[in-house]
């Protein structure tokens, strides 16, 4: 794990470690500077010392105030990271001249926490000003959601920059799999961003929390087989058919803890419970079922998975160095 420093075994000698030092310093100086400029775990050490606790202390009174948030928080880090890299973009409003990612498709009527953030961004403005992007608090937030739901915790990579733009078509072009998806899709859109068919698995496991609109799992509770049978007819008493009334009725995406960051998720999904039709298709005969059983069976390497999964997200092609801004107001460009 790059994330953890090693200890310099008591055996090595004085001129072994010499040439480690340099060599380090070599890889640093062939990095700096170029496109794979990349993110750290200190990046605002020196710059903002207190921004994991401004950021932390708007959050958890947030989930205090609204347990779902968290979630809410945690799927805007996926979306941002999915449309051109994790940027903020998700966060531009819409101008007059210019349509953004907050009301395509994916997102409209049903991405949520933008106050949130707003909260978030004034706080850490008020310790640091023009220092801190709003692509990295939603990375930190994300983060800090997971963990104070019940989940593992890391530490979060930052040094993102904020872009001044954000598109509406990019958003809407597939890149953010629909719940109608196949599973060649699914491995498919995360494989484009880097990501492996387990990745895709284990950052599904985000559905241990929150909550999914009617309409994004209508089909699924009224004319699919691979769903238990009192589980379809509970969700159907909430989501009336056919399609029309009840669209933005909630349910929750895990039955079992559905406000508990855990793995039970992936016993929902043994048992034919899975909310959305993506979820079950996770475990229904294909090449992802195994990961699912192993997932189910052992929370501990749900954890360890999930968290190295979120850090690559993380890492989706994100803007350093002089690109971008750092945005003042999350909500538009400066
Ligand atoms: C694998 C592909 C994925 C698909 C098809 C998918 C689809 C969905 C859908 C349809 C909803 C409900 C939206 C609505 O009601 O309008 C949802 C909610 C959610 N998704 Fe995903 N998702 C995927 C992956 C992820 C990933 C990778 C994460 C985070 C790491 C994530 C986190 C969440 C969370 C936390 C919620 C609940 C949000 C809330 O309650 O506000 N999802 N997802
Ligand atoms: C987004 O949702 C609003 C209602 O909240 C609706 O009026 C608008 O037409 C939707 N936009 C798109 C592009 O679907
Ligand atoms: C069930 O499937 C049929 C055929 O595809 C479709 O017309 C109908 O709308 C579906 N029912 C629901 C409740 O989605």
């Excluded at 050490?45 to 202390?57: L, M, Q, R, Y």
């Excluded at 509406?168 to 998806?181: D, E, L, M, Y």
């Excluded at 698995?201 to 509770?221: E, M």
Aim: aromatic share 8%.
């Amino acid at each position: 794990m790059a994330l953890y420093k090693t200890k310099m075994t008591s055996s090595s000698s004085p001129s072994m470690f010499v040439n480690i030092t340099t060599s380090l310093f070599l890889v640093m100086i062939l990095f700096s500077g170029s496109s794979l400029a990349s993110l750290s775990t200190n990046f605002y050490h020196k710059t903002c010392p207190n921004v994991f606790e401004a950021v932390n202390s708007v959050v958890k009174s947030a989930i205090a105030n609204e347990r779902r948030i968290g979630a809410s928080l945690l799927r805007l880090h996926f979306h941002d990271c999915f449309v051109n890299g994790c940027d903020g973009s998700i966060l531009l409003d819409d101008t007059p001249s210019s349509r953004g990612e907050k009301t395509a498709a994916p997102n409209n009527r049903s991405v949520r926490g933008f106050n949130v953030v707003d909260d978030i961004k004034s706080k850490v403005e008020s310790v640091c000003p023009g220092v801190v992007s709003c692509a990295d608090i939603l990375a930190i937030a994300a983060r800090d959601s997971v963990d104070i739901l019940g989940g593992p915790e890391w530490k979060v990579k930052v040094g993102r920059r904020d872009s001044k733009t954000s598109s509406f078509s990019a958003a809407n072009s597939g890149v953010i799999p629909p719940p109608t998806s196949t599973l060649s899709n699914l491995i498919n859109r995360f494989q484009a961003k880097g990501l492996s068919a387990k990745d895709m698995v284990v950052l599904s496991g985000a559905h241990t929390i929150g909550a999914a609109r009617c309409v994004t799992f209508r089909n699924r509770i009224y004319n699919e087989t691979n769903i238990d049978s009192s589980f379809a007819k509970n969700r159907q008493r909430n989501c009336p058919a056919p399609a029309g009334s009840g669209d933005n009725n909630l349910a929750a995406l895990d039955v079992t803890t559905p406000t508990t960051f855990d793995n039970k998720y992936y016993n929902n999904l043994l048992s034919k419970k899975g909310l959305l039709h993506s979820d079950q298709i996770l475990y229904n005969g294909g090449s992802t079922d195994s990961f699912v059983e192993a997932y189910s069976k052992k929370p501990e390497d749900f954890s360890e998975d999930f968290v190295s999964a979120i850090i690559r997200m993380g890492d989706i092609d994100v803007l350093t160095g002089s690109s971008g801004e750092i945005r003042r107001n999350c909500r538009k460009a400066n």
